[in-house]
């Protein structure tokens, strides 16, 4: 199993229940998109797969492991094969695009080359490979504050592709994106699942995109999963179910370059 | 109104204080400024008049000059890595206790002036450059320290726990994630302390430190007004020199 | 579309810097000979050690006490002499070096004629020298004038401050809105008047506000001048440590802090106050 939940949920610190009774089974190699509307709890899992969040309730077992019952360092290794693809993704604005590609293998590379890479791109080429797939390749060295909001999205989903992730979560990964590059983004990503036999979880907010390329589909309303079919399954009412009552929000803006301000007593 | 007749009440409470201070000092400025002390500063001052501009006086100043640059970068330096080692735990990375105990560090490093902690060093160190250096170091690392707290504070901390979710170490979190954010504005900070600093390095060789101030000290003692015309006339160079670069470098590096 | 000899464009500046920084550092590091062992030294450390040790009990006696206070006193009046000297002669500085109140400005839309520019100079590269030379080399040269005590501090306090008030007084006039003096001098009034009447009012709340500040910073350079003889505390520390009185510097050194933190939260409740 690449992942399995059992009774799965979530509390966040303010109380606010965000996941609650999950049982989920995703064998390696499918690819699921997860749907729902916003506040369903889609971020929250994608989190929690990640790691980033910790299960309050429940079994979570990540690649045959289970995170939460390993040492630091274990826990830093298992971490390395998962990717996570952000919404907004936190890249430094004065980063440069090779810079935050090569990024992707710091779990994997050691302390040395990594600070070495800081100073000077060890692997051009690869960082470049990987870009060109998403049609970004001129913006290699560019800084990531030049960068449009879906192009920063392209730059967070070439690091996890250059990760080479066994697992990749992608969170919202095409929400900034015209429709066609959302539809070209998702195929390279569905591409480098199938090619590499790897599993691949997104959320996504666009349910078309969701039925058009992924072969199992999972509804998230409240914290729950409603439904988990293929997407010739799904029918018109059940979508309608899903969506009832939806509030449209505001995407969250990509992070901007804060402006430096220097203040300094001079006495 | 009575905020109005409470603010000339506190003038008036400044004014008395002016003319105490001038009363507890005993400072007759009448005194000062007659004829005859007036007459004899002039003396003096005339002896400032005519600077040295002799080559080996000019060589050496030469040399004094280089020094206090060199006393001040490598100060700046030393405070600047010392100041960023102590700004993690201050920025409350490692805990309440060490945030605690950093900050108490850095709050005393930066509460003794610089010139007291040449005055120190010189005393464990023995006299020259190397006690200036390690005295600016000690201090400037304190304001320095506190500076980068804060910014290290501001910083959102997204990318460094995206590269922790990759699977990185904590160092290289931090040199991804958090660096690339922060060093144009701790170099700014940096500039803006060596500034600082080429005024303070000049001068902390009255103390024994080494660098200009030492040979000002030296000259003065020995009434050669002359030389010392010419030592203060490259501080004042310095300064200014050092003041239109570090403006440049801001804006070249910082502000792009 | 891929490039097969790709060059990353940042790698040459970076060496250049990478090695001009080094090339710096080499005779930088010569020249301060900077030695971190000396710290290390078993002699060194432990003359230091004994040094510190005395720091504690901190002195206390009856002799010391009031020389303290004496010296605490001191200080304070050599900062607050200071600065009023200060002021007398940053006000006339100030409205000298400043474009606010130029009347071949005031029918020009604000730009001053060449030849009122070229007279403003002097007195701004007065200012300048004066705030540029540190304010202990200022102490030292009036020590020598004067001899020692507190009227070679108040003196370099003084000159140096005057610089820089000058300087940001200058400023502040130029940055509150010209319409109302520019208006009094086009209707003929004198241009103290207008200065009284059409600049002051904006700008005195700021140039009180940066005053105070600096009176905070006058209290901490007084001490410090105090180490060539200008009186104060710094006199008295300087004195303690050739005695390695470590007590003795140790109480004062805290009385200095103390002072400050005190300085500080009464510059802010001024300011608070006067704003």
Redesign the interface.
């Known amino acids: 199993m690449s992942i399995s939940l059992n009774g799965v949920g979530l509390i966040h610190a303010n109380g606010q229940v965000a996941l609650s009774a999950i049982d989920l089974r995703v064998r390696p190699g499918e690819r699921v998109a997860i749907i729902g509307p916003s506040g369903a709890g889609k971020t929250s899992l994608l989190r929690l797969l990640?790691?980033?969040l910790r299960p309050s309730a429940g079994q979570l077992d990540l690649l045959g492991q289970q995170p939460w019952q390993l040492g630091a360092r274990q826990r830093?290794?298992?971490?390395?094969?998962?990717?996570?693809i952000?919404q907004a993704?936190?890249?430094?604005?004065?980063?440069?695009v090779?810079?935050a590609v090569l990024?992707?293998k710091?779990?994997?590379w050691s302390?040395g080359k990594?600070?070495l890479n800081?100073?000077?791109?060890l692997d051009?080429?690869g960082a470049?490979?990987t870009l060109?797939r998403l049609d970004l390749?001129e913006k290699?060295?560019e800084r990531c504050d030049q960068l449009s909001g879906g192009q920063l999205q392209r730059v967070g989903i070439a690091?996890v592709l250059y990760?080479a992730a066994e697992l990749i979560l992608a969170d919202e990964p095409v929400s900034a994106m015209d429709p066609v590059l959302a539809g070209h983004t998702l195929s390279v990503l569905n591409q480098e699942a199938a090619a590499r036999g790897i599993t691949l979880l997104a959320s996504l907010h666009a349910v078309e995109l969701a039925l058009a390329h992924f072969p199992r589909i999972i509804g998230l309303r409240e914290g729950r999963i409603v439904f988990d079919l293929p997407p010739e399954a799904i029918s018109t009412g059940a979508l309608d179910a899903l969506y009832a009552n939806e509030q449209l929000q505001p995407l969250p803006a990509s992070?901007a370059a804060?402006p430096?301000t220097?203040q300094?007593p001079?006495? | 109104m009575s905020r109005r007749l409470g603010n000339y009440a506190l003038l008036l409470v400044l004014l008395l204080a002016v003319i105490a201070s001038f009363g507890y000092l005993g400072i007759d400025l009448g005194a000062l400024l007659g004829g005859d002390s007036l007459s004899q500063m002039g003396r003096y001052a005339s002896g400032f008049f005519r600077p040295d501009l002799s080559p080996p006086h000019l060589a050496a100043i030469g040399r004094g000059a280089l020094e206090t640059l060199a006393m001040s970068a490598v100060g700046t330096l030393l405070a600047a890595l010392l100041g960023l080692l102590l700004a993690l735990p201050a920025a409350g990375r490692f805990g309440w206790l060490a945030l605690n105990g950093s900050r108490l560090l850095l709050n005393a490093l930066r509460a003794v002036p610089e010139l007291v902690w040449a005055a120190l060093v010189v005393l464990a160190a023995g006299l020259g450059p190397n006690a200036g250096t390690l005295a600016l170091a000690l201090h400037t690392s304190g304001v320095l320290g506190r500076l980068f707290a804060e910014t290290l504070e501001n910083t959102p901390g997204e990318p460094a726990e995206a590269i922790r979710l990759g699977g990185g170490g904590h160092v290289i979190a931090f040199c991804y994630g958090t660096l690339p954010t922060v060093w144009p504005q701790l170099i700014a900070y940096s500039l803006y302390r060596w500034e600082n600093n080429i005024r303070m390095a000049s001068v902390l060789g009255f103390v024994g430190a080494g660098g200009l101030g030492q040979m000002l000290y030296v000259n003065l003692s020995l009434f050669q007004e002359a030389q010392a015309a010419t030592l203060i006339l490259a501080m004042l160079v310095l300064v200014l020199g050092v003041d239109a670069l570090s403006g440049w470098a801001r804006q070249r590096w910082v502000s792009a | 579309m891929l490039n097969p000899a790709l060059r990353d464009p940042a790698a040459l500046p970076r060496l250049v810097l990478g090695l001009l920084a080094l090339l710096l550092l080499w005779p930088g590091l010569n020249l301060s000979e900077l030695n971190l062992a000396v710290l290390a030294d078993d002699e060194n450390a432990g003359n230091m050690g004994r040094f510190l040790a005395d720091f504690w009990p901190l002195a206390h006696d009856d002799e010391f006490l009031p020389l303290l206070g004496r010296a605490t006193l001191e200080t304070l009046a050599i900062a607050t002499a200071g600065m009023a000297l200060a002021l007398l002669i940053a006000v006339p500085g100030a409205l000298l070096a400043s474009r606010a109140l130029s009347l071949s400005a005031a029918h020009r839309g604000g730009r001053p004629a060449w030849w009122a520019q070229a007279l403003r100079w002097p007195v701004r590269g007065l200012l300048i020298v004066l705030r540029s030379v540190p304010e202990i080399v200022w102490a030292l040269l009036f020590v020598r004038a004067v001899g020692l005590g507190p009227t070679a501090g108040v003196l370099a306090i003084a000159i140096t401050y005057s610089g820089m008030l000058g300087k940001v007084y200058a400023e502040i006039f130029e940055s509150v809105d010209p319409r109302p003096s520019r208006a009094l001098l086009v209707a003929g009034s004198p241009r103290l008047a207008a200065f009284a009447y059409g600049v002051l009012p904006n700008a005195a709340a700021e140039m009180l506000s940066y005053t105070v500040y600096r009176w905070e910073c006058a209290i901490r350079t007084s001490v410090v001048m105090g180490f060539v003889g200008a009186g104060g505390l710094g006199q008295q520390i300087d004195l303690s440590m050739r005695m390695f009185a470590g007590g003795e510097v140790a109480s004062m050194l805290l009385t200095f802090l103390a002072l400050v933190l005190l300085a500080d939260q009464l510059s802010r409740l001024l300011r608070a106050r006067l704003l």
Do not use: E, N, Y
């Open positions: 990640a790691t980033s830093q290794q298992l971490r390395a094969r998962i990717g996570l952000h993704p936190p890249l430094p604005p004065r980063q440069r090779v810079t990024a992707g710091l779990g994997q302390l990594s600070l800081l100073l000077h791109p051009m080429h470049q490979a060109s390749a290699l060295f690091r990760q992070p804060a430096v220097i300094i001079r006495c």
